[in-house]
């Protein structure tokens, strides 16, 4: 038996068995959806050079002024731009993970949970604590998610729900690289080949696709053609993911000559299913001990649509008490062990002196519900699938601080622009959140807009949050105060006293999806859109 603990160690006695199936090589997942690529030429370059926008500040225009001088050089090959001026670019470190909930830091009020290293960035940064992302039109809600992160596009402007990412859809690597970054990945890639090729110059162990057992993963070198045939895998067994990408990018840190800024993307697989992680950290948690969700229910109240989902059958129906509190130490436990090996990579930038220079951006790309609801998936609107932690620090980044105000993740590529003097492409639909940064009461946002599939709609502003479903005709809404239910357990939406707030949502929520590019109709009865399987 190896060292290693897994979900199904603590849960055998009860007869689990929901294990999780192996991902096939070179597919996206449990969809069989297969790694897609698109050409990949000298264009893209041409692409980010030639669109800015309009509303960059003096200093960027100027920036981008020496920029468009060598449009010719960029549809040759991107080269790079360099700032004549005196400010030294930050280099970047993104700690992206899976499946981790906006509330499994400790430092964030989750006392059960142990993150010492996720809460030094808490305690030296700024904590978003209205951070969101947008959904999913797929079971698969990390795909498209990652994909808006490295796009800032729209969810309903990607191509094949973030799959595939068109040379069009500069993303944030792409935009970092002509200004001048070395480009490191490592780690989960979610969209195709092609688009990973164009946006880094280096990358080490590599796993295309949604999951896979923690201590098996099949993962590649880097190819700059962006070709990854079948022969090229490979695995290091006995070796968790999370410890893997933290190696690679530590490697990265430690063998880097440049002495120009880095940009170095993380992506971890971890907290995703399967829970394994090595022993000791599963026994740190004590089941009986985790109180269980206001939210838990034994089953969902009505059909979501999405109820026996793969994700779903990952505990039995109907849930109980017992069973959701063993998922959720493992999940725990996970997440402790993830931030173990992200300690080892803060302390490696520590060591090197790279602490003032270089911003540290946390976040992850769902939630996940783990008996919240009678749910365990993310294949939902709740706060606990679509509500994801997101931090930065570094310089020109306060310490230590909060910013309430709403926003997407699609929103941190502008933002890191900004940070770091760099053009946004005109393909770039967030917002910058540098004035939030700077004034703790600004705000981007005033609301923000959720779907799931095309049977789940949600709209959120201030303390209110509208859902609304419409499975196979049977339409059903739900309205929250989240100020006093925090955890979406008091329906409010037939109560005569809260009609207003209803149809002010109502309203915003079909103006804000059709802003942003969704095809639904509210008033049709299918919506006006073909149904997407559940
Ligand atoms: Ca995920």
Not at 78 to 85: E, G, K
Not at 459 to 473: A, F, M, S, T
Not at 491 to 499: R, T
Not at 506 to 530: A, F, H, I, N, Q
Request: hydrophobic share 35%.
């Amino acid at each position: 038996m190896s060292r290693t603990a897994t979900l199904q160690d603590s849960l055998g006695a009860f007869g689990f068995s929901a294990n999780i199936e192996a991902t096939p090589r070179y597919q996206h997942s449990y969809h069989g959806r297969k790694g897609a690529s698109v050409g990949c030429g000298q264009t893209q370059t041409k692409g980010l050079c030639a669109v800015t926008r309009k509303a960059a500040d003096k200093t960027r225009r100027e920036f981008l002024k020496t920029c468009g001088e060598s449009t010719a050089a960029f549809v040759t090959g991107c080269q790079m731009q360099q700032d004549s001026r005196s400010f030294r670019k930050p280099n970047i470190l993104f700690l992206f993970t899976d499946d981790q909930r906006f509330d499994t830091l400790r430092a964030l009020g989750n006392a059960q949970i142990v993150t010492p290293n996720m809460d030094r960035l808490v305690q030296d940064g700024v904590c978003f604590t209205g951070a969101y992302i947008m959904g999913s039109m797929s079971a698969a809600v990390c795909m498209p998610n990652r994909a808006m992160l490295l796009t800032s596009r729209s969810l309903f402007h990607l191509k094949k729900d973030g799959a595939v990412v068109p040379p069009s859809d500069v993303l944030l690597p792409e935009a970092l690289a002509c200004a001048g970054y070395e480009t490191f990945e490592t780690g989960k890639w979610h969209q195709d080949a092609k688009a990973l090729a164009r946006s880094f110059s280096s990358a080490d162990k590599i796993f295309f696709g949604g999951m896979n057992d923690h201590y098996k993963v099949p993962v590649h070198d880097f190819d700059a053609s962006g070709n990854y045939p079948p022969e090229g895998v490979y695995c290091v067994e006995g070796t968790h993911s999370s410890e893997l990408f933290s190696d690679a990018v530590i490697r990265f840190l430690r063998s880097r000559f440049s002495t120009g800024p880095f940009f170095a993307y993380v992506a971890y697989t971890a907290p995703h299913d399967p829970r394994e992680m090595p022993r000791e950290y599963l026994e740190m948690y004590d089941p009986a001990s985790l109180p269980l969700p206001p939210s838990f229910l034994s089953e969902h109240p009505f059909d979501n649509g999405e109820l026996r989902v793969r994700d779903e059958a990952l505990a039995a129906w109907p849930r109980t008490p017992e069973e959701i509190r063993r998922h959720l130490a493992a999940y725990y436990a996970m997440i402790t062990h993830l931030d173990t090996q992200i300690g080892r990579v803060l302390d490696v930038l520590d060591e090197m002196g790279l602490f003032s220079s270089t911003i540290v951006v946390f976040s992850s790309d769902n939630g996940l519900a783990v008996g919240r609801h009678g749910l365990m998936g993310k294949q939902s609107v709740y706060e606990h699938s679509v509500h994801v932690p997101l931090i930065l620090r570094g310089p020109g980044i306060p310490k230590g601080e909060k910013r309430a105000a709403l926003c997407y993740l699609n929103d941190v590529y502008p933002t890191l622009c900004d940070l770091a003097d760099v053009a946004i492409p005109a393909s770039v639909e967030g917002r910058s959140l540098a004035p939030v940064l700077r004034d703790g009461s600004a705000s981007v946002r005033d609301a923000l807009f959720f779907a799931y599939k095309n049977f789940q709609r949600a709209v959120r502003k201030d303390r209110w949050k509208l859902i609304l479903y419409n499975v196979h005709g049977t339409k059903t809404a739900q309205l929250f105060d989240l100020e006093h239910d925090p955890w979406e357990t008091q329906n409010l939406a037939d109560d005569p006293a809260y009609a207003r707030q209803k149809q002010e949502l109502t309203v915003l929520m079909k103006d804000g999806l059709k802003t942003l590019g969704d095809k639904v109709d509210l008033e049709k009865p299918d919506w006006g859109v073909p149904e997407i399987p559940g």
